[in-house]
């Protein structure tokens, strides 16, 4: 079976939301906060099992910019200056799940 693909992406600057669709027909708003306290990266859910980081005062946190990563993942970048989590096509269809 195959994993589903985005097919829209929409940074909405004006509600700190991304917009996701994806191949399957799901749709999901996650909030930039979410982003950025969920980012995989290793400086948020560490080198191993239970070194996550609890990551607060992100309520306002915007997204700079975000840059495709080969065909699997995006980089999103903070105007937190946080920017070395790769989201994953997969990663993001779970963080839209987890928000709903």
Known sequence: MARPWPETLDFSSADKML???FDDGHAFEIPFETLRVES???E???HGPGQKQVVT???G?????AEPVG???VR???DDGHDSGLF??????GLGESTR
């Open 19 to 21: 917009r996701v669709r």
């Open 40 to 42: 995989p990266s290793a």
């Open 44 to 46: 948020v859910q560490g």
């Open 57 to 59: 005062g992100k309520q």
């Open 61 to 65: 946190v915007g997204v700079k910019a």
């Open 71 to 73: 065909r699997y993942a």
């Open 76 to 78: 999103i970048l903070f």
């Open 88 to 93: 994953t096509w997969d990663y993001l269809y």
